[in-house]
């Protein structure tokens, strides 16, 4: 499967944050010592296990941010799986420069290689489902959008990108405002027609009072167990969709999806995922 790259232009801001703490207030002190002026090489980024790939858009920018002239091959796509000792992207310059942008490209690199590939762990469970895996806003501070898009690349999709994407109504909402009835009562009186709600449950009784009430198009399902899920969709009989969130782990997802819910959402896709080791050798 092949995915549209996101404009560089909207990841610059993140990557050029990422050199700027590495480079510090004077450059890398190292290289300019001991490489001498005009020294060219050509590095390859080589996979050093199996994984699912992503981060090479990204880490193709962190060279670029460095040094525009270096030449940068990527050979294995965001999206795709690698094997241990593959060259995903070869780099051909400036050797000063390559040397300048290594860390930051395979933090980078890493980081959303292994997201790619936990959530592809997660979406292999699901096999013979319609249940789709989803991440949450549960990312590092400053990475969300490189991070969600490594959920994509992993076969996942996304869930809102921030507050204002959508009206998810918690349980600490509900216990503040009074109850269901009136968040969605009130949800129903603010939101735009453009604004999706969704309301989280954790047990069947609150589930019967928002499908009596109305006005969400989603119902997150709290925290339940594998029965009580199998009664939850049954009781919504289709009429809004349904997500199962809460200590969902890679040895529940394949009986999670057997019990029809539309939706997996997972804090562990990025929260808890191992960086891929990865390297750039020269």
């Avoid at 193709?60 to 795709?80: K, N």
């Avoid at 292999?124 to 898009?149: D, M, Q, S, Y």
């Avoid at 009429?239 to 809460?246: L, Q």
């Amino acid at each position: 499967m092949s995915y549209a790259s996101v404009p560089d232009l909207v990841l610059e801001a993140t990557v050029r944050n990422a050199l700027l703490e590495d480079l510090g207030t004077y450059g890398d002190v190292t290289t300019r010592a001991v490489i001498p002026d005009g020294t060219t090489y050509q590095a390859r980024l080589n996979a050093r296990e199996d994984a699912v790939v992503s981060g090479m858009q990204v880490a193709a920018l962190a060279f670029r941010l460095v040094d525009p002239t270096l030449e940068i091959v990527t050979h294995v796509a965001d999206g795709q799986p690698c094997k241990k000792g593959e060259t995903l992207m070869s780099i051909n310059g400036s050797a000063a420069s390559i040397l300048s942008g290594e860390r930051v490209a395979l933090n980078f690199a890493g980081r959303l290689t292994g997201i790619a590939t936990k959530t592809a762990g997660f979406v292999a469970e699901t096999k013979g489902t319609n249940a789709r895996v989803t991440c949450t806003r549960k990312t590092t501070p400053g990475l969300r959008i490189v991070e969600k898009l490594a959920v994509l690349h992993g076969g996942g999709f996304n869930h809102r990108y921030s507050l204002s994407d959508a009206i998810l109504i918690k349980d600490n909402h509900i216990a503040a405002a009074g109850g269901v009835r009136q968040v969605l009562e009130a949800s129903k009186a603010h939101a735009s027609h453009m604004m999706a709600v969704e309301i989280e449950v954790d047990r069947l009784d609150q589930l019967e009072e928002v499908l009596e009430v109305g006005g969400a198009s989603v119902v997150l399902l709290d925290n339940m167990d594998n029965d009580t899920l199998r009664k939850a969709v049954e009781m919504v009989d289709g009429r809004i969709k349904t997500e199962a969130s809460g200590n969902v782990k890679l040895d529940r997802i394949a009986s999670i999806s057997a019990t029809g819910v539309d939706y997996i959402s997972s804090g562990a896709l990025t929260h808890s995922a191992r960086t891929v080791d990865l390297g750039l050798d020269f």
